[in-house]
C-alpha cells in the first residue's frame, strides 16, 4: 500500500518573516532528505521542530501533511490518521486556496492508516468489524468529494478489498460456529454472508457452508434448495463435485 503514498512536496511560502520562511524552507528540506535516506525517526523530528518553531509558514502546515506520511511509514497508524485529518482541517478552514491535490492526499493517507490499522488484526481469533467500516468510510470519502482523480480510483478498489476481507471474516466465524456444534446459527450466518456480499468468493463458500450446516440440522429440503441456488449462482464451486 505505501507505493501508491507518494510525498507531495509542495513547498510554499506564507506567513511568518522572511527569516521564519528560508528557516522554515531549509528545515523542511533536511527533513524530505531524511526520508528520502530512510531515516524516518530523524524526519519526523524535523517536522515536529518545524511545526513548533515556525507555526506561521505554509512550510509549517505542509510539515503537517509529511510528518503524518512519516507516522504512517513508521507503523503509527492511529497518529497518522490524527494528523492528516488536522492538516485536513486546517486546510478547509483557511482562507487560502489549499493545493487540491493536497486535499485528496491527506484523505488518502488517512484512509490508508485506517486499512493498515485494520489488516495489523489479521490472525486474532474475533477481529473487531468497526476498523474495517472505518477505513471503507475514509476511501468512501475519497470517490465522493473526488470522483474524477486517481485517487478515487485507487479508493474504490481498496473499497473491494476491504469487503472481501469482512467477508472472509464472516466467513471464518461462520466456519468456527460448524465446528462448534452450532449448526442453527451457521445456517443462519451463511445464508447471511452470501445476501450480504455478492459477488465475493466468500459468498460462494457461505452458500456451500449454509447446505453443510442444514443437512447437518436434517433440514433436507432448506438444504436441497440452497444446492440449486450454489449450482446457479456459482456452478463451479468445489461442494457441487
Given at each position: 500500500?505505501?507505493?501508491?503514498?507518494?510525498?507531495?512536496?509542495?513547498?510554499?511560502?506564507?506567513?511568518?518573516?522572511?527569516?521564519?520562511?528560508?528557516?522554515?524552507?531549509?528545515?523542511?528540506?533536511?527533513?524530505?532528505?531524511?526520508?528520502?535516506?530512510?531515516?524516518?525517526?530523524?524526519?519526523?523530528?524535523?517536522?515536529?521542530?518545524?511545526?513548533?518553531?515556525?507555526?506561521?509558514?505554509?512550510?509549517?502546515?505542509?510539515?503537517?501533511?509529511?510528518?503524518?506520511?512519516?507516522?504512517?511509514?513508521?507503523?503509527?497508524?492511529?497518529?497518522?490518521?490524527?494528523?492528516?485529518?488536522?492538516?485536513?482541517?486546517?486546510?478547509?478552514?483557511?482562507?487560502?486556496?489549499?493545493?487540491?491535490?493536497?486535499?485528496?492526499?491527506?484523505?488518502?493517507?488517512r484512509a490508508a492508516a485506517a486499512h493498515a490499522?485494520?489488516?495489523?488484526?489479521?490472525?486474532?481469533?474475533?477481529?473487531?468489524?468497526?476498523?474495517?467500516?472505518?477505513?471503507?468510510?475514509?476511501?468512501?470519502?475519497?470517490?465522493?468529494?473526488?470522483?474524477?482523480?486517481?485517487?478515487?480510483?485507487?479508493?474504490?478498489?481498496?473499497?473491494?478489498?476491504?469487503?472481501?476481507?469482512?467477508?472472509?471474516?464472516?466467513?471464518?466465524?461462520?466456519?468456527?460456529?460448524?465446528?462448534?456444534?452450532a449448526y442453527a446459527e451457521a445456517a443462519e450466518?451463511?445464508?447471511?454472508?452470501?445476501?450480504?456480499?455478492?459477488?465475493?468468493?466468500?459468498?460462494?463458500?457461505?452458500?456451500?457452508?449454509?447446505?453443510?450446516?442444514?443437512?447437518?440440522?436434517?433440514?433436507?429440503?432448506?438444504?436441497?434448495?440452497?444446492?440449486?441456488?450454489?449450482?446457479?449462482?456459482?456452478?463451479?464451486?468445489?461442494?457441487?463435485?
Open positions: 500500500m505505501t507505493a501508491g503514498l507518494l510525498l507531495s512536496g509542495c513547498a510554499a511560502l506564507g506567513g511568518g518573516s522572511a527569516q521564519e520562511r528560508e528557516q522554515a524552507r531549509s528545515l523542511y528540506a533536511e527533513a524530505l532528505e531524511a526520508v528520502e535516506r530512510g531515516d524516518l525517526e530523524a524526519a519526523q523530528g524535523m517536522l515536529d521542530e518545524l511545526q513548533e518553531a515556525y507555526p506561521e509558514t505554509r512550510h509549517a502546515r505542509q510539515a503537517l501533511l509529511e510528518a503524518a506520511y512519516v507516522e504512517y511509514r513508521l507503523g503509527q497508524y492511529p497518529q497518522a490518521i490524527e494528523r492528516a485529518e488536522i492538516f485536513h482541517r486546517q486546510a478547509a478552514q483557511t482562507e487560502e486556496q489549499a493545493d487540491d491535490e493536497d486535499l485528496r492526499y491527506a484523505l488518502y493517507l490499522l485494520w489488516d495489523a488484526t489479521e490472525g486474532e481469533a474475533e477481529r473487531d468489524a468497526a476498523g474495517a467500516r472505518r477505513a471503507f468510510g475514509y476511501y468512501r470519502d475519497i470517490v465522493r468529494d473526488y470522483p474524477e482523480s486517481e485517487r478515487a480510483e485507487e479508493a474504490a478498489r481498496r473499497m473491494n478489498e476491504i469487503r472481501s476481507d469482512v467477508a472472509e471474516e464472516e466467513l471464518r466465524r461462520a466456519r468456527r460456529r460448524l465446528d462448534d456444534g450466518r451463511g445464508a447471511w454472508i452470501a445476501e450480504q456480499y455478492p459477488g465475493q468468493q466468500a459468498a460462494a463458500d457461505a452458500l456451500a457452508l449454509q447446505v453443510d450446516a442444514l443437512e447437518r440440522l436434517g433440514r433436507e429440503r432448506e438444504a436441497e434448495a440452497t444446492r440449486r441456488m450454489l449450482e446457479i449462482k456459482h456452478p463451479d464451486h468445489p461442494a457441487l463435485r
